[in-house]
């Protein structure tokens, strides 16, 4: 395939069983153009916004304003990967058309798809956005804006009637037409056989190596979610330590008037 070319729901469904699909969340113009120059293949603008920005204790705060905001700015730093927007809770769930009318609003403002929550509940929204031009990114197992219901964030799956009820709903949503479908805190062995029976990537997200591709919280990912580091997440650097190592530079270096030197006066 040609990497130069703009990512396409299409493009990224045809990576199914062919190459492993590379995804990480932006909130914003500057880090979505670093993520897009690196060669992720998907932006995910998810509504984990709420926690890694806005201070939220989840992500049922967020509002369509909130993530039609971070997403218009994230759009204009990326040239090549897809950008997915999260449907932040309420935005789909009252009724299709609700749905649809919140959903075209994303790619008004420069989002390629759309990401909601939920299995075999979905598939009538699902197949209207779908129908109506607007590629959807499924999301099953532990479902954010399910916190409330699920008691906390928990792995979802464990029993054998779990588990097939969470493929059911892959099947389902596969059926409805989305391009990919996001599995998120489900044991390894099960996010592999929803892989092996459906014919649309997976994206893990706490649920092992066996999906077709991963996507993490970028906080997570440069160690700038604080103490807060999940089971599944690695971090590949800890620029928490270095922005409080630089702040404090700056604070001392001003305070005893090392800076500003000469070299930074007009």
């Not at 906080?219 to 330590?241: E, M, N, S, V």
């Not at 702040?247 to 008037?257: A, H, L, N």
Request: one cysteine or more.
């Amino acid at each position: 395939m040609n990497s130069t070319a703009p990512w396409t729901a299409a493009r990224l469904r045809a990576l199914k069983g062919r190459e492993k699909i590379v995804s990480l969340t932006a909130y914003d113009f500057a880090t979505a153009r670093l993520v897009d120059e690196s060669g992720i293949h998907l932006v995910l603008v998810g509504d984990s916004l709420g926690m890694t920005v806005l201070g939220y204790e989840n992500t049922l705060p967020v509002t369509m304003l909130d993530m039609l905001h971070h997403t218009a700015a994230v759009a204009r730093g990326v040239q090549n990967a897809l950008v997915v927007a999260d449907m932040p809770f309420m935005s789909y769930q009252i009724s299709v058309p609700h749905a649809l009318c919140n959903a075209a609003r994303f790619l008004k403002v420069g989002a390629h798809a759309v990401k909601i929550e939920g299995g075999a509940l979905r598939v009538p929204t699902v197949r209207a956005l779908v129908e109506n031009g607007i590629p959807v990114l499924g999301h099953i197992g532990l479902t954010p804006q399910s916190v409330q219901e699920f008691g906390g964030f928990k792995v979802q799956g464990r029993t054998e009637a779990a588990a097939e009820e969470l493929l059911r709903d892959a099947r389902a949503l596969e059926e409805a037409g989305v391009f990919a479908i996001v599995l998120e805190s489900i044991p390894p062995d099960l996010a592999g056989k929803i892989t092996a029976a459906v014919g649309v990537p997976t994206i893990g997200i706490g649920a092992g190596p066996q999906c077709d591709g991963q996507v993490l919280v970028i906080h997570d990912l440069l160690g700038l979610g604080g103490d807060w580091k999940p089971k599944f997440a690695k971090r590949y650097a800890d620029l928490g330590t270095a922005a409080r190592a630089a702040i404090s530079d700056y604070k001392r270096e001003v305070e005893t008037g090392k800076f500003p030197g000469p070299e930074h006066c007009y």
